[in-house]
């Protein structure tokens, strides 16, 4: 089971729909509005096993977010998919280069998210 999700986006519209779709996994979801808000509990908490990141945000947004993660080695030990309606392949290449596991454009369809959890984190969705 997925423990610790958390969710990093400055639209509390998003938070709430990210609730609804994520409820089968039955996991503690975690909020941050922008990317400073995220390493700011990524310090605090070591029990966070999946990050969904938007990429246009206030204070520090996603790419930024993504720079800091891969120089601090966040993204070897949580993985990190980037949910954003930027959706430019060249976009795409950036986060995926910068540590992200996968890209998803906004608006998506929630099988699609849950079809990318399922197989970037197979082991803990299953147990």
């Known amino acids: 089971m997925l ?5 990093v986006d400055d639209s509390s519209l998003i938070h709430q729909m990210y609730r609804l779709v994520l409820s089968r996994y039955n996991s503690e979801l975690l909020d941050a509005m922008n990317g400073q808000e995220a390493l700011d ?9 999946l990050i969904l990141l938007d990429i246009n945000m206030p204070v520090m947004n996603g790419v930024q ?16 998919i980037v949910i954003s309606t930027e959706g430019k392949e060249e976009d795409t290449i950036r986060c995926l280069k ?17 079809e990318l959890i399922d197989k970037i984190l197979p082991d803990v969705v299953a147990a």
């Open 98 to 114: 910068l540590g992200a596991k996968a890209y998803l454009r906004k608006p998506f369809n929630p099988s699609d998210l849950h």
């Open 65 to 80: 977010f993504l720079e800091k993660a891969a120089a601090l080695g966040i993204h070897t030990r949580i993985p990190i």
């Open 41 to 49: 509990l990524l310090a605090e908490r070591r029990d966070i096993q």
């Open 3 to 7: 423990s610790k999700i958390l969710l």
